[in-house]
């Protein structure tokens, strides 16, 4: 008979260094009767009036201290992205706040489902172009690639045009003059956005923007930030921008007007009924 320490599928009941049988483990906070640590760090003790939110956050996200010139790029990347004005995450997040003004939380939530490969989080779309661009023996090459096949299928370019700047996004331009003049960054990921750009150019014939976005994802590759966690930088972001469009709401309500206005923009056209012929 086979005992039970040797069946196969017997759990691995080796210990960690904790003593605690092998299985998943964190590392981002413990707490104890009379104190709480992120990571390392003790909350009380190094932390709080000491630490200031954004070296706690990019410490908790990337398990790294922040150095000086990460402080710099993030701060300047959460400050370009908090607000949009009234965008679809914005107008979602009024309407839901007229609907249930109790609950801000799920007004900000519903704002932050916006923030995807159309609005607001395309630097994660940029930046898989850029390490592609980054990982080639001919960058040049490679970007014309990627330029054409966009333009072939008719696909926006992630990071690339703006209905409303041009010829360049003041923010964008900023933001690469921010990075550039960094002694400590490597310079890799925006001079791939850079040689992305001359590519998007030479096959559309004319210059297209780089959008803030763009010039997010290069700034955040050149802090090593996965491009898998950038959209998360925007969310962060955007949550306080969406927090202002709350105290905003509850001031100078606009959410019955949005939802009055698109009742008389968008006709009934079937054979029913509707309040709209009447008014």
Request: aromatic share 4%; hydrophobic share 45%.
């Amino acid at each position: 008979m086979t005992s039970r320490n040797d069946n196969a599928n017997t759990p691995n009941t080796a210990k960690t260094p904790n003593n605690k049988a092998d299985g998943p483990v964190t590392r981002l906070c413990a707490h104890h009767l009379t104190g709480m640590y992120y990571r390392d760090a003790d909350l009380v003790e190094d932390l709080i009036g000491k630490a200031t939110f954004t070296e706690v956050m990019f410490m908790q996200i990337t398990g790294r201290k922040a150095r000086p010139v990460d402080l710099r790029i993030v701060d300047a990347v959460l400050v370009t992205l908090m607000e949009h004005g009234l965008t679809p995450s914005a107008i979602a997040t009024r309407l839901i706040y007229m609907s249930a003004p109790e609950n801000l939380q799920g007004a900000v939530a519903s704002g932050l489902l916006a923030v995807g490969s159309s609005f607001v989080g395309t630097m994660e779309n940029c930046s898989r172009l850029l390490d592609r661009i980054k990982d080639a023996a001919d960058p040049y090459a490679e970007a014309l690639v990627i330029a054409r096949a966009h333009r072939a299928e008719k696909r926006a370019m992630p990071g690339f045009g703006h209905h409303l700047h041009k010829p360049d996004d003041p923010r964008a331009l900023k933001l690469l003059d921010l990075a550039e003049a960094e002694p400590d960054l490597a310079g890799a990921s925006v001079q791939a956005l850079r040689t992305l750009a001359a590519a998007v150019d030479e096959v559309a014939g004319r210059h297209i923007t780089i959008n803030a976005t763009g010039a997010v994802a290069a700034l955040l590759g050149e802090l090593a930030i996965p491009t898998t966690l950038m959209r998360g930088f925007a969310v962060i972001s955007r949550a306080a921008g969406l927090v202002a469009h709350v105290a905003e709401e509850q001031e100078s309500p606009s959410g019955r007007f949005i939802w009055d206005t698109i009742d008389q923009a968008i006709p009934y056209v079937g054979k029913g009924k509707s309040h709209q012929a009447q008014e």
